[in-house]
């Protein structure tokens, strides 16, 4: 499972961080990333609406790679994983949430900021992290810097990354892809205008391709 999921994350460059206040919008949302030919949502457990939407998505839009973001507690990522995140990502590093993932052969992206969080996470045999806050730890020039001492590293970066600056990371050789919720913000999420997210989330599949 998680060798798959993140085959998908890398082949399709996008990541839409997802908050979402009502499990019914969630397959309206799917459909519009579809359309836009992102087929991967990491839901935030922001809300309380995180779980039954992951559950719903995952299992009314099979296509869809369903993950499960803002997880900071075992308890969290056992729910996400029972209601079938096929990924979990963290604002930060936590060993526990590490060790669960694993132990449920789930896909986990550990939030780093300093070199030291990912010297640590190597030692971990943890290879790929999310560089989050992105833009202000130092963004592209903090990639290039992490990426002479510690090449076998990959970094999904989230936070301040946006259509103007998401290609400048993709081209990154040490990048899988971006995150992000430039595309699937939460005004436009809460009053179901997925035609804007389709837009929105075609401009982002053609920013990267540049």
């Known amino acids: ?32 990333l579809h359309i836009a030919d992102i087929s991967i949502a990491e839901i935030t457990f922001r809300t309380a609406a995180a779980a039954e939407s992951i559950r719903r998505l995952n299992k009314e839009m099979p ?39 694993r132990d449920n052969d789930i896909l986990v992206v550990p939030g780093v900021t300093t070199p030291t969080e990912v010297q640590y996470g190597l030692s971990q045999n943890v290879e790929i992290f999310k560089l989050f806050p992105a833009e202000i730890s130092g963004g592209v020039k903090m990639l290039d810097a992490l990426k002479g001492p510690f090449p076998q590293a990959k970094f999904i970066p989230t936070g301040g990354i946006n259509q103007n600056n998401a290609a400048d990371y993709i081209r990154r050789p040490n990048v899988l892809a971006v995150g992000g919720s430039w595309m699937v913000p939460p005004d436009l999420v809460s009053i179901e205008d997925w ?15 540049q």
Do not use: H
């Open 63 to 101: 296509e869809i790679l369903v993950g499960a973001g803002t997880i900071v507690n075992i308890n969290q990522a056992k729910q996400a994983i029972e209601a079938g995140a096929q990924f979990i990502v963290s604002p930060g590093y936590s060993d526990d949430i590490v060790k669960f993932c």
């Open 195 to 209: 035609d804007s997210i389709t837009r929105l989330g075609q401009l982002a599949v053609a920013a990267i391709a």
């Open 1 to 32: 499972m998680s060798n798959s999921a993140l085959e998908k994350i890398t082949a399709t460059g996008i990541v839409p961080v997802v908050t979402i206040d009502s499990p019914e919008k969630v397959i309206g949302l799917g459909k519009a």
